[in-house]
């Protein structure tokens, strides 16, 4: 089958690094895509990760390692904007894109 | 527009009604795929489209849910007989055919079932 998996919930502190992970299972994924949901509205891209390593798109990177079927989401500096749902996704070889459940961030004053 | 569309943007219907839920994806987009997400759970994925094709229905919960996509581009979600269970927002998603791995979402329906 195929599923991803992450934490439910993170916290963090306004303007520090907070790394969000991402594991899947599955075989034929092209690469592993973030988004980032606010309560009430619709998801949004945030990045995309075809090979191996790291992607650094101002203060969010992301990462990937295809041998370890694993990822990540790093934000930096972080915001009280950023609080937020993040959910990773992953897109086989039939175009069918599959979520995981979300990551929950919290970010304290 | 130059985004997703979906429409309605709330529908609160009563349990056993049937319901249409409408996406008009950004124009050129072909790939189109619905999913579901209640109240603070992840994007449950239902079906997609490529054209006018479902090569994936494995998602849809029950055969009261149906979907179809005409001309390559608007696609409604019929779900018939609503339950209560159904009550969740519906989203939906396209892709450029040169960009599959980013999705641009529609603002979503948000039905609720008495």
Redesign the interface.
């Known amino acids: 089958g195929q599923s991803l998996e992450q934490p439910s919930e993170v916290t963090a502190v306004e303007g520090a690094i907070v790394q969000i992970n991402c594991t899947y299972q599955t075989s034929g994924f ?2 592993l ?1 973030w ?1 980032q949901q606010h309560d009430g ?5 945030l990045s ?1 990760n ?1 090979l191996d390593g790291l992607e650094e798109t101002g203060r969010f990177s992301s990462f990937l390692s295809r041998s370890d079927s694993y990822g990540y989401l790093l934000l930096q500096e972080l915001q009280m904007k950023d609080s937020a749902s993040y ?1 990773c ?1 992953g ?1 086989n070889r ?9 990551t929950r961030l919290h970010i304290l004053p | 527009g130059a985004g997703v569309s979906q429409s309605p943007s709330n529908k609160v219907t009563e349990k056993g009604k049937d319901v249409e839920l409408r996406c008009d994806p950004i124009s050129g987009h072909t790939a189109l795929y619905w999913y579901r997400q209640s109240l603070g759970q992840g994007l449950e994925f239902l079906i997609y489209f490529q054209g006018n094709s479902a090569p994936d229905k494995s998602g849809l919960p029950s055969d009261r849910f149906s979907a179809e996509r005409t001309g390559g581009s608007v696609s409604t979600l019929t779900i018939q007989r609503t339950q209560q269970e159904d009550s969740a927002v519906y989203l939906c998603a396209t892709t450029a055919s040169h960009s599959y791995n980013e999705q641009f979402f529609g603002p979503g329906t948000r039905l609720t079932v008495l």
């Open positions: 092209y690469g895509s988004y509205g619709a998801p949004t891209f995309y075809a959910f996704a897109r039939d175009d069918k894109i599959i979520f995981g459940k979300g």
